[in-house]
Nanobody
Framework: QVQLVESGGGSVQAGGSLRLSCAASGRTFNDYAMGWFRQAPGKEREIVAAVARSASNTFYADSVKGRLTISRDNAENKVYLQMNSLKPEDGGVYSC????????????????????WGQGTQVTVSS
């Protein structure tokens, strides 16, 4: 198991930026593909972005392409989500998650494949 702790959430106006961080501990971080997920009030949790173990491959939901960037620092055991040009519909609880995989370049989009989750951090975007 790997333990995950998110930080960096907050309240911003539309058009603003936030940078979320997720710190991992407990197991070898670079054994895990990572993902960021969002759950808005009254909606199901959905994937926002994902990154492979190697950081060479990434995935973005269509709604965030060109505005959000996922990255990871395997030396620091952290994954980041840079959020620019934020919109009110980007608001919600953002959680990072880890999925252990033997494949170095695999990006995991399936939420069910993630079995390590952080507690989440709230992002609020006002219009």
């Amino acid at each position: 198991q790997v333990q995950l702790v998110e930080s960096g959430g907050g309240s911003v106006q539309a058009g603003g930026s936030l940078r979320l961080s997720c710190a991992a501990s407990g197991r070898t971080f670079n054994d895990y593909a990572m993902g960021w997920f969002r759950q808005a009030p009254g909606k199901e949790r959905e994937i926002v972005a994902a990154v492979a173990r190697s950081a060479s491959n990434t995935f973005y939901a269509d709604s965030v392409k060109g505005r959000l960037t996922i990255s990871r620092d395997n030396a620091e055991n952290k994954v980041y989500l840079q959020m620019n040009s934020l919109k009110p519909e980007d608001g919600g609880v953002y959680s990072c998650a880890a999925a252990r995989t033997g494949l170095f370049t695999l990006v995991i989009r399936n939420m069910g494949a993630y079995n390590n989750w952080g507690q989440g951090t709230q992002v609020t975007v006002s219009s």
